[in-house]
């Protein structure tokens, strides 16, 4: 890491040391270095614009798309002790003569605006005047319409570039983001026009989220019981949710419901004014609310790091959109859901609204609508699919994707944890739902799901017995089902191509290409409904807290709400729940220890420290708990110090490696996925260079592995085992080859 950045990053952040493609990043842009860096949510992208100012001296103009975005990280870096502000239509007075003053007294470190602001008259002029040391855009899938999010004003960003001042000052171009495919990211570099630019792609992967994927039924119940399984566990609440529907009615019934049933929630759409949209977002980011059920409207200048369930009621777009929506829980690295309830009519939904020309404006153009249409396409072959969702987004991305244990797969997902199960006699269901379509179409014109599901069901109702449906010798064939569930059925089998949902506002089901088949029983269908395995209904996903624990963290949480409300900013501004946790398992008892604990850095520990301690203490000598102490009551002191450059969950694993203890052994003890312990030996590996990684690579194998990046000269790990396995040998583990190349890159490293 740089000399320069130590400082800078221990007194306004609390770090000791970088994540990785942090520092490639940061250097890129100290060198005078354009660059695109694409890291995950959670993955520290905003620390790669906002320390360099601090090493050169001069501001760094940051282009956000949203405001609410801007002011959370005014306020962060301020409480960091940064001069920051952000020029936007909403500033009020006295944040626009606090601007000007900052600019003037050239004090200013981070200035973020709108690319609309930005490209307005004269003020590319007053950006030229700051002499920014670097120029930083936020969110940068926004400028390709190959990206979930396209916004046509993001493509005159490359003004920047042709500005005659701003050109003369030579200030490198950043481009940052956390989705974008490998098309999405040239064409990125390419509109931008950035040159010769450091590209830095970090995994896509976020091994701390578990991903669920079922089939949607009766919405509320299932929305009721992933939310029972983020009950806070000693204070009254849900963790922080985010519930996502297509359309505002669906947005405010379940909200409404929710309310009903006790919740803390509220509804958030493009059809609310814009005070109350606000009042939402704000009660949300302050803690002040639970659980906001919401249109896709809603989200991405949500900074709070502590989000634990994302649940789609309906099918997002595309895989970027549910990316970067799901990449909304667990910012904070700890432990998260994300549910995505699916049905094929969706599909019908989004193909409806993709083709309708707007009602204002003019219409997309053919290469957007044939963009969105292949998003769609394939987020329903993700919805559909019964393979890893890990492995599945990770492809997607343009990854590898190897569990560290392939018998358990990911561990992290309803496929791997096989949460899907079978329904007894799907083929007998199956076979009953066809007849009972193709009898109705006999008898009359198509009918939609609901309708099927009624007759087979057996419900004398008016537009059953109207028809004359009452009389079909499919009529109550299935009656111990409820509706959605049977409605969930008709779903799959229009997924497996044995019916045919028409289009339009009231789709109907006729029989597909594959119906005849299954009614010949020459093709089996199996139709999946979700099993929780029963310690998943009830579980915290909060690890590594006792009861004791939990209620220490619980009073600095209320301490931390409270003390944000009096200073007007979000609580995730003051400290991230990782720094509390931290701080309920070491229970500092003095200035002293608190500043050892990452995330606590010095502007913090005088802002805060007096009554953070005072809290601990005080609930400490409630429960009758040690201060100073690490996990096991063991004096902080005693501890061996932290290896630099790990992240909290690689330096408590430290210990076991340093011993060479396996990577399955380490994930047992610490309670932690192969794959995640997998990330802190690579971790580990960096930063304390072993002279062997013999413990957990056979020296032949690590032999083969130098021989193969030698031979094709790349780093690269997809080339590489592809190289390996050619000769039929048998495969190698992703894990083991990643293991080889870090270890490979600090050999050439170590003095």
Not at 437 to 443: E, L, Y
Not at 652 to 670: N, S, T
């Amino acid at each position: 890491m740089d000399p320069r950045l130590i400082e800078p990053l221990k007194k306004h952040w609390g770090f000791d040391s970088l994540r990785p493609l942090q520092g490639e990043s940061i250097a890129a842009t100290l060198a005078g270095r354009d660059s695109l860096t694409v890291l995950p949510t959670g993955g520290g992208k905003s620390l790669c614009y906002q320390l360099p100012p601090l090493v050169l001296k001069r501001p760094t103009l940051v282009i956000s798309p949203l405001i609410a975005l801007m002011n959370d990280q005014v306020a962060s870096l301020r409480v960091a002790g940064i001069p920051a502000a952000a020029v936007h239509s909403q500033m009020s007075p006295e944040d626009r003569a606090q601007a000007r003053e900052l600019a003037a007294s050239g004090r200013l470190r981070v200035l973020l605006t709108s690319p609309e602001r930005l490209l307005s008259p004269g003020f590319l002029d007053f950006v030229a005047r700051l002499r920014p040391g670097a120029i930083a855009i936020d969110e940068a899938h926004c400028i390709s319409h190959w990206g979930h999010d396209f916004r046509p004003e993001y493509r005159q960003l490359a003004t920047l570039r042709t500005h005659p001042a701003l050109a003369a000052l030579g200030a490198p171009l950043g481009a940052y983001t956390a989705t974008a495919t490998p098309r999405v990211q040239q064409d990125i570099v390419d509109q931008l026009g950035l040159r010769d630019p450091a590209v830095l792609v970090g995994r896509f992967d976020r091994p701390n989220l578990t991903y669920r994927i079922q089939p949607r039924g009766m919405v509320l119940k299932q929305v009721m019981a992933a939310i029972q399984r983020h009950r806070r566990p000693v204070a009254r609440g849900v963790h922080a949710t985010i519930i996502y529907c297509l359309t505002r009615k669906e947005t405010s019934a379940l909200a409404s419901d929710l309310c009903a049933k006790g919740f803390s929630a509220a509804a958030y759409h493009a059809g609310m004014n814009a005070d109350e949209r606000r009042r939402v977002a704000d009660d949300f980011r302050r803690e002040r609310l639970d659980i906001v059920v919401a249109t896709v409207a809603f989200g991405m200048g949500i900074d709070r790091p502590d989000v634990r369930l994302i649940l789609h009621a309906g099918l997002p777009e595309s895989i970027e959109s549910y990316q970067q929506q799901t990449g909304r829980a667990g910012r904070d690295g700890l432990p998260a859901e994300c549910l995505l309830l699916y049905s094929s009519a969706d599909v019908a939904r989004w193909t409806r609204l993709i083709n309708s020309p707007p009602a204002e404006g003019e219409p997309a153009p053919p290469e957007v609508i044939e963009s969105r249409m292949q998003h769609l396409a394939e987020v329903r072959s993700l919805a559909g699919g019964a393979r890893c969702r890990h492995r599945a987004l990770s492809e997607h991305f343009g990854q590898a994707y190897q569990p560290a244990d392939p018998d358990r797969g990911c561990a992290g997902c309803d496929v791997c944890l096989r949460e899907l199960a079978e329904l007894p006699e799907s083929q007998t269901v199956a076979r009953k739902v066809l007849s009972c379509v193709a009898r109705i179409t006999q008898r009359g014109p198509a009918m939609g799901a609901g309708h099927v599901a009624d007759v087979l069901m057996g419900r004398r109702i008016a537009t059953v017995t109207q028809r004359g449906h009452d009389q079909l010798s499919t009529f109550g064939l299935l009656p111990e089902f409820e509706r959605e569930r049977v409605i969930g059925f008709i779903d799959q089998l229009v997924d497996e191509g044995c019916l045919v949902r028409a289009p339009g506002q009231y789709p109907t089901i006729t029989l597909g290409h594959a119906a005849a088949d299954v009614l010949r029983d020459e093709r089996v269908v199996r139709l999946v409904e979700a099993v929780l395995p029963e310690d998943e209904r009830i579980t915290d996903r909060r690890e590594g807290l006792t009861t004791a624990e939990s209620e220490v963290f619980e009073a600095l949480r209320l301490w931390r709400r409270q003390t944000a409300e009096t200073r007007g900013v979000p609580p995730f501004v003051i400290f991230a729940d990782t720094v509390l946790e931290e701080l309920s398992r070491c229970r500092p008892a003095s200035p002293e220890t608190l500043i050892n604990i990452r995330g606590v850095g010095t502007r913090k520990a005088e802002a805060f420290g007096a009554g953070v301690l005072a809290v601990i203490a005080e609930v400490a000598a409630r429960l009758s708990l040690p201060l100073d102490a690490a996990p096991g009551s063991r004096p902080r002191s005693l501890k061996p110090p932290p290896a630099a450059g790990l992240s909290s969950g690689a330096e408590a694993a430290a210990e076991h490696f340093r011993r060479g203890a396996p990577v399955l052994d380490v994930a047992e003890a610490m309670g932690r996925k192969p794959s995640t312990v997998s990330g802190y030996l690579t971790e580990w590996i960096q930063s304390e260079r072993p002279k062997s990684v013999a413990p957990w690579v056979p020296p032949a194998l690590y032999e083969r592995i130098d021989a193969a990046a030698r031979e094709l000269k790349t780093d690269r790990l997809g080339p590489i085992k592809q190289h390996l396995e050619a000769d039929g040998s048998g495969e190698v583990p992703f894990d083991q080859i990643r293991i080889v190349m870090t270890h490979r890159r600090v050999a050439t490293q170590r003095p």
